[in-house]
């Protein structure tokens, strides 16, 4: 398995796992990303910008998510606070396909 940096060429595969992920998180109940997000522009945005990456082993794309470096929206928060003051990473838009759960992949990705 690799996790590498996503092409406009996977932008298929990787909204078929984010619907995917919709409609399991559907499934528990969740109201996480039932509004529409993310949307296939917003993951064409993260691919342009060489922020979008995919678990892959070899043409079969396992597991999707984008990484980010600062955020605004978190210079200040609404309850708690930073542990370190140093800088961070954000992941966003982070999705293993219902076919690969409980396989590892989320967790080799985040490794």
Known sequence: MDFVLASLN????IM???????AFMRSQ???QWQDGH???AQIKLDIEKHHYYVARD???ILGVGAVLGHEP???HLISGSWKQDVPYLVIHRFAVST???QSGVG???LN
């Open 107 to 109: 967790t080799y990705m």
């Open 38 to 40: 993310p949307t296939e």
């Open 10 to 13: 996977d932008l298929g595969k």
């Open 58 to 60: 070899g043409e079969i």
């Open 99 to 101: 076919k690969y759960h």
């Open 73 to 75: 929206d978190y210079d």
């Open 29 to 31: 109940n969740s109201g």
């Open 16 to 22: 078929e796992i984010i619907h995917d992920a919709q």
